[in-house]
């Protein structure tokens, strides 16, 4: 909502990668990945590397129903020395498939946008995001673009309410009509979300009732609540600012990882 501009996510998906390769290039890949447990550097290589391929085989292959498999080759490198490059050469695919299909074209999806564009969307704010989970585990700061934070604010709780077959959670987010209004500080963005009986979603601008009081709202620069929606950061942290009840902020936070 109030989008300032929503960036070229085709181009993105290429930058964001290659910030990635250049990160990795001469790291440590047994580091751990504090955003995502469990993972080390190489186990989130690897998962970028695999979704983009992934992505790329449905857009050229203009699914229409589910895939029943996820399988595609992977061509990994022999040597963890070759990630960088295999990254890279991933983006390359993605480009290819990118410039072969019209980004208007109908596809499956498994979110809100049944056309080919949700795929470049997605792709990047993945891509984005785990470039911020390898400069956490090399112990570097992020620099995220506010407009592109905005746009993967967006992007994350347009698609959410469809994420039930990969993240189960969601199901929990049921209610009465709450709202919990997200609002992003130096974008003017604001996400409205109703939690009603059957489900959840984004409130229209004409349903939002022109501010109506929320149960609970969360204020933060884009890029903050960016990576508080996707658990890279605390609720309590210094640039996020909640108001109303917290209850109803504790359980949206416990069932909506992503």
Avoid at 51 to 76: K, N
Avoid at 235 to 256: I, K, M, Q, Y
Wanted: charged share 25%.
């Amino acid at each position: 909502m109030q989008n300032p501009g929503r960036p070229d996510h085709r181009a993105a998906v290429a930058a964001e990668t290659h910030r990635l390769a250049d990160l990795i290039r001469g790291a440590d890949l047994t580091a751990a990945v504090p955003g995502c447990p469990g993972w080390t550097l190489l186990d989130l290589t690897r998962h970028v590397g695999a979704v983009q391929r992934w992505f790329s085989v449905l857009l050229e292959q203009r699914v229409q129903e589910r895939p029943t498999s996820r399988d595609v080759d992977l061509r990994l490198p022999a040597e963890e020395s070759g990630y960088p490059d295999w990254l890279a050469e991933g983006a390359a695919v993605a480009a290819g498939a990118f410039d072969a299909v019209d980004p208007d074209a109908p596809m499956w999806v498994w979110g809100a946008d049944g056309h080919a564009r949700f795929w470049a969307r997605r792709m990047y704010f993945e891509t984005l995001l785990h470039r911020t989970d390898a400069e956490r585990a090399l112990g570097l700061g992020s620099e995220l673009d506010p407009a592109s934070a905005h746009d993967g604010v967006d992007e994350f709780l347009v698609n959410l309410p469809f994420a039930g077959p990969f993240a189960p959670k969601v199901a929990n987010l049921r209610g009465t009509g709450e709202v919990i209004r997200f609002e992003s500080t130096d974008t003017a963005g604001r996400w409205p979300v109703a939690l009603g009986p059957d489900g959840f979603g984004l409130l229209a601008e004409d349903e939002d009732r022109a501010g109506a009081a929320a149960a609970a709202t969360v204020r933060a620069p884009a890029a903050d609540l960016l990576l508080l929606l996707y658990g890279r950061l605390d609720r309590t942290a210094a640039a996020v600012r909640t108001e109303g009840d917290d209850a109803l902020l504790e359980r949206w936070f416990a069932n909506s990882e992503f």
